[in-house]
């Protein structure tokens, strides 16, 4: 925290509110391929996971609530983004396969989200380090938060 100012904003929140503010800029730029940050990040954790995922899977590793997950997931479907695929040894799962247009889709998501990073980074007096230690902050805050599961 930084001491004798009236505007004292803790690490967390400024990095809680950045992370906001980053997403808001990215949903104004991902209106005309109609994605949002809701229906984007599935989408992203699909293709970063590279295989078919259960929904519980994706709501996990978005830290979201799986019942919201099924809402965007039902959404992510009819706009053919997505397929659900039954699980052959649990018949109450389904598998989610990212389609060949949500693999479009998620370029887009790839080409914007570069292009703010760049636009973020060139305006950094020291942007040669930004990178790393954003990194290691997150490693740390990553750690830590193995030793808090719910």
């Known amino acids: 925290m ?5 505007n004292t904003i803790t690490l967390g929140r400024m990095l809680n509110q950045t992370a906001r503010l980053w997403r808001h800029i ?6 005309p391929y109609g994605l949002t940050d809701a229906t984007w990040q599935p989408l992203l954790e699909l293709k970063r996971q590279n295989r078919p995922m259960h929904q519980k899977d994706i709501a996990e590793a978005l830290f979201l609530d ?52 760049n636009e973020v980074v060139q305006k950094l007096s020291d942007h040669k380090n930004f990178r790393p230690l954003l990194e290691e902050v997150y490693s740390v805050v990553k750690d830590i938060s193995g030793h808090y599961r719910i």
């Not at 930084?2 to 009236?6: A, E, P």
């Not at 965007?72 to 039954?86: C, S, Y």
């Open 2 to 6: 930084h001491n004798g100012s009236k």
């Open 66 to 117: 799986k019942s919201s997950v099924v809402r965007t997931l039902r959404n992510l479907e009819l706009q053919g983004l997505i397929t659900r695929v039954p699980d052959k040894n649990d018949r109450r799962a389904h598998y989610i396969v990212i389609t060949d247009e949500g693999n479009k889709r998620i370029e887009y998501v790839l080409k914007i989200a570069s292009e703010v990073e």
């Open 26 to 31: 990215l949903n104004i730029r991902l209106l």
